[in-house]
């Protein structure tokens, strides 16, 4: 059982940094896509960013430039580094892992769809103040 936990939320100024870490336990070797995905109130969850076996990773136009996802595997830890930081991303940040890529005219790669992600983590929260 894959368990995912995030850590490292709080509260930044806008134009700040910040970076968030995510735990993975139980690693079943199933695993193809991990990802970061925001929720703010009164909206969808919608992905951030996220990396494939390959080291491949895929952006919201959102966060393009300005977030970096990464991992490091002896520690198994993914992390999301944020830069230049607005009031726009303050949000709930969960990590999840995904045991498909998303598939279209047959090129596949780990896209946003939140749907595709199987395992969540509990979430941490991140306020950007302007």
């Known amino acids: 059982q894959v368990q995912l936990v995030e850590s490292g939320g709080g509260s930044v100024q806008a134009g700040g940094s910040h970076r968030l870490s995510c735990a993975v336990s139980?690693?079943?070797?199933?695993?193809?896509?991990m990802g970061w995905f925001r929720q703010s109130p009164g909206k969808d969850r919608e992905g951030v960013a996220t990396?494939?076996?390959?080291?491949?990773?895929t952006y919201a136009d959102s966060v393009q430039g300005r977030f970096t996802i990464s991992r490091d595997n002896a520690k198994n830890t993914l992390y999301l580094q944020m830069n230049s930081l607005k009031p726009e991303d303050t949000a709930m940040y969960y990590c999840?892992?995904?045991?498909?890529?998303?598939?279209?005219?047959?090129?596949?790669?780990?896209?946003?769809?939140?749907?595709?992600?199987?395992?969540w983590g509990q979430g941490t929260q991140v306020t950007v103040s302007s």
């Open positions: 139980g690693y079943t070797y199933t695993e193809i896509c």
């Open positions: 990396i494939d076996r390959d080291d491949s990773t």
């Open positions: 999840a892992v995904a045991t498909v890529r998303y598939c279209s005219g047959g090129y596949c790669f780990c896209g946003l769809r939140a749907e595709l992600y199987n395992y």
